[in-house]
DNA sequence: ATATTTGCAAACGCTTTGCAAAATT
DNA sequence: AATTTTGCAAAGCGTTTGCAAATAT
């Protein structure tokens, strides 16, 4: 455990931006001015391969990470980018439909994407 | 219209395979085969944003086309690769949950992790 | 002393784009 | 004749990787 890695999970932890690789690499950089992006990059995917971390894939857009790793939904709103926690119980049940239909279900994600509270009423863009 | 994209149109249509880009291109290179991957690319692009094929976001992977437009869902099998249908219906109240939240929901989107049929039982790689 | 990780830069895979030539309307 | 689209090649973006030096065990 080096203390990049140390500084890249602290960077997370506490954080509900779902920053992308690149906003902890800026904000690691203040911290450990030579850390390299590369290595922002390795200990990302180290880290959501271990289970401390979420990757969140993002259509069109880079990958964001999230501190919190139990399963749950996003909602990215498509006028400022953010990308929200969605507060919704896991839908076993849709899982349990496909078993039905002989797939093997690991797991399922879903994304919502429309206008958050504070975008609504302002002009698209 | 010209026949690159009435060509590109029609490698698409009865195709249930979720080709990439890269499939569609060779598939049509044998019927132009001086068409360029860039054509093949903007066709699918405008064909998408017009409607008439659907764009798939695949995690960590090209993107897949679909002659199919209607909102549906897809399992993505983690051995072979392949990309099923998945005969679900519309999950609106997923929607509506949001919308009580406060987010003005214009679409959502659904991805099955698993293996397919197919792959049960084989050794995973 | 050995194994792991770093910084750097180059390469990667997928996709988009600038431009002059060609095809379409 | 005016507009759209093409082929080509270069560039774009996000991400991964090879390698020698530095750090951790």
Redesign the interface.
Same mark, same amino acid.
């Given at each position: 455990m080096t203390g990049q890695r140390r500084a890249i999970l602290k960077a997370l932890e506490g954080d509900t931006t779902h920053p992308t690789a690149d906003m902890v690499y800026h904000k690691v950089k203040k911290e450990i001015p030579h850390i390299s992006l590369g290595t922002v990059y390795r200990n990302l995917k180290m880290l959501s391969e271990s289970g401390h971390i979420l990757e969140i894939?993002i259509?069109?857009g880079p990958n964001r990470y999230d501190y919190r790793t139990e399963q749950h939904y996003h909602?990215h709103c498509?006028h400022c980018g953010f990308v929200?926690d969605?507060?919704?119980a896991y839908?076993q049940a &849709?899982?349990d439909?496909?078993t039905q239909?002989?797939? &093997?279900?690991?797991?399922?994600?879903?994304?919502?994407?429309?206008?958050?509270?504070k975008c609504?009423g302002q002009l698209s863009h």
């Amino acid at each position: 455990m080096t203390g990049q890695r140390r500084a890249i999970l602290k960077a997370l932890e506490g954080d509900t931006t779902h920053p992308t690789a690149d906003m902890v690499y800026h904000k690691v950089k203040k911290e450990i001015p030579h850390i390299s992006l590369g290595t922002v990059y390795r200990n990302l995917k180290m880290l959501s391969e271990s289970g401390h971390i979420l990757e969140i894939e993002i259509a069109d857009g880079p990958n964001r990470y999230d501190y919190r790793t139990e399963q749950h939904y996003h909602f990215h709103c498509d006028h400022c980018g953010f990308v929200y926690d969605v507060n919704l119980a896991y839908q076993q049940a &849709l899982n349990d439909e496909l078993t039905q239909a002989g797939f &093997l279900v690991s797991r399922h994600d879903i994304q919502f994407h429309g206008q958050c509270p504070k975008c609504q009423g302002q002009l698209s863009h």
